[in-house]
């Protein structure tokens, strides 16, 4: 479901909790112009609901996982109050940023207002009890979207909807869907169609965090229905790229070599139809940090420029322009240690060329992967944009970058020229880096061979 909003998003994840010194909605606030300078579309908030207490991962001192919901329509008064929130809001589309909220329809906290005021919404084990149907989230019950003999849960539904609608009427203007996959898409199709119609004049958008294979695959075998992404796309207009993230991840840690990750990318791409967006990123919340698994700070900018470059919307952690290298806890008070922004300028750059036509629009062809990556995105009308990655800290001597007149190029995200001569780029300077830069490309470009082809 391709829309151009969705294509040349730059979405600013926050955790309010560990967002600053306070953890409150006001500090997110406080911090948005800062964001909006940095290049974001939109701003994405983990959940902002109250947290149950009952069955609390980690420690009794925890302060809950915000996965954990104890009711959808009010929020966390950990970080302040409604009023707040709204001011939120407000100053975030002053700064021509989009709202997004976490939306976690999958499950509830065990002493959640829905356990207690309607415990027939929810999913029961071999016991008859409430409960998850996901060993290692005890922390959650989960709810039934249909009832035994199959028929929908018509309340529950109505009830869900009416939830993000009354969050839509508030100003948010879109949802990150949490576990996406496993609730059902004709409730996805269902809510969308149910705020479209409420809110016709209103662009919402949907993020699904669609599911890796081996969690679709262990999810089937075990009886749980588990949406494939081609599902999901008919509901949500961006996706999470899990179905590659583990071969990427591997690729950053120097544990894979990246002609790999350049063919699953092109596979990716030859399967899926031409609207589908992936959302692209390098970590999120429930991943390492880039910069603590990457072989060093260098080759997880090289990571992070790659990750702009490829086809999709982008995702910027927040603590990214800080070189931030903790994951930070779901459980308990750990502030992003932001030590004066000194990731700023690439951040920046990244979220500019994100905006390109040829980024948001064109196709993408790899060119080569060895002893750099170098990549093309190409766009009718418009100069090609190339990119060199040496993620792999590979670079020696010169890069071959065919198609590119001889001459002196600027290089969108670092300081210096790019010097072309005799169709090769000088790598001296490029070890686990990565330069960008635009031209009119002289001859057809030629894509290397991939292992599936």
Known sequence: MLTTEANSAVIYSVFVRQHSAE???????????????????????????????????????????????????TVNPEYGSLEDFQRLIKTAHEH??????????????????????????????????????????WDVVDLAYYKDGGQRNEPLWEYLVESLIYWISL???????????????DFWMEA?????????????????????????????R??????????????????????????AQRCSKGLEEMTTLLDVLRLEEASEQPEFVKLRFVDNHDQPRIYDIARSTESANAWLSFTAFIRGAFLVHHGTESFE????????????????????????????VKKLPQIQKGSQMFLSASPAVCMAR????????????????????????????DGSYRNLIGVG???????????????????IFECAAHEPLIEMKSKFE
Not at 25 to 36: E, K, M, Q
């Open 222 to 247: 075990m009886g749980i229905p588990m949406a494939s992404e081609a599902q999901l796309h008919q509901a949500f207009e961006l996706c999470y790229q899990y179905n590659i993230f583990k071969v």
């Open 171 to 185: 100003g948010v203007d879109g949802f990150r869907c949490d576990v996406a996959s496993v609730v059902p898409i």
């Open 417 to 435: 020229d790019i010097e072309i001569a005799g169709g090769f780029m000088s790598l001296e300077n490029l070890k686990y880096s990565a330069a």
């Open 23 to 73: 953890g409150t909605f006001d500090g997110v606030t406080s911090d948005l112009a800062r964001i909006a300078a940095l290049g974001a579309t939109h701003i994405w908030l983990l959940p902002i609901h109250p947290i149950g207490v009952k069955n609390r991962k980690h420690s009794d001192a925890s302060l809950g996982c915000p996965y954990a919901i104890r009711d959808y329509r």
């Open 325 to 352: 290298d903790r994951q930070s806890s779901l459980f308990d008070r750990e502030p992003v240690v932001w030590k004066g922004y000194p990731n700023t300028e690439l951040t920046t750059q990244l979220c500019a």
């Open 96 to 137: 021509d940023l989009k709202v997004l909220i976490d939306c976690v329809y999958n499950h509830t906290s065990p002493d959640s207002v829905l356990v207690k005021e309607h415990p027939d919404w929810f999913h029961k084990n071999d016991k008859g009890e409430i409960a998850t149907r996901f060993s290692e989230w």
């Open 192 to 220: 969308r169609e149910g705020i479209r119609s409420k809110f016709p004049e209103r662009s919402t958008l949907w993020l699904a965090e669609s599911t890796g294979p081996s969690m679709i695959r262990s999810c089937r």
């Open 378 to 405: 190409v766009s009718d009308n418009a100069n090609t944009v190339f990119g060199v990655f040496d993620v792999e800290g590979r670079s020696t001597g010169q890069q071959e970058v065919r198609g590119v007149p």
